[in-house]
Nanobody
Framework: QVQLVESGGGLVQPGGSLRLFCAAS????????IGWYRQAPGKQRELVAT???????NYADSVKGRFTISRDNAKNTVALQMNSLKPEDTAVYYC??????????????WGQGTQVTVSS
């Protein structure tokens, strides 16, 4: 069983910054891709950023140049540095990972989500 625990969400003013953190634990042999999705009220969950096992990032167009994703393979963690935040970034942010466990089963795992609110 794999568990993802998120932290770092909160309330910030437009133009401010937040850093989200996600730690994976459990029966982890390998984390393939790991990243962040977000969901605003009344909208579908959307990709924010992902990073593969080699460290190559992928970003949604809406966050390019403002957000930076990073991972620490030794600690099984991923972070999302969010700068120049806009009100439209307001959403629940979810950590997601594709994990291969020690039984060689590969599946997706979701965190419980952390609220990010950008408001004046």
């Amino acid at each position: 069983q794999v568990q993802l625990v998120e932290s770092g969400g909160g309330l910030v003013q437009p133009g401010g910054s937040l850093r989200l953190f996600c730690a994976a634990s459990g029966s982890i042999r390998r984390i393939n891709a790991i990243g962040w999705y977000r969901q605003a009220p009344g909208k579908q969950r959307e990709l924010v950023a992902t990073i593969n096992s080699g460290g190559s990032p992928n970003y949604a167009d809406s966050v390019k140049g403002r957000f930076t994703i990073s991972r620490d393979n030794a600690k099984n963690t991923v972070a999302l540095q969010m700068n120049s935040l806009k009100p439209e970034d307001t959403a629940v942010y979810y950590c997601y990972a594709e994990v291969t466990d020690w039984s060689t089963r590969t599946r997706g795992s979701w965190g419980q989500g952390t609220q990010v609110t950008v408001s004046s």
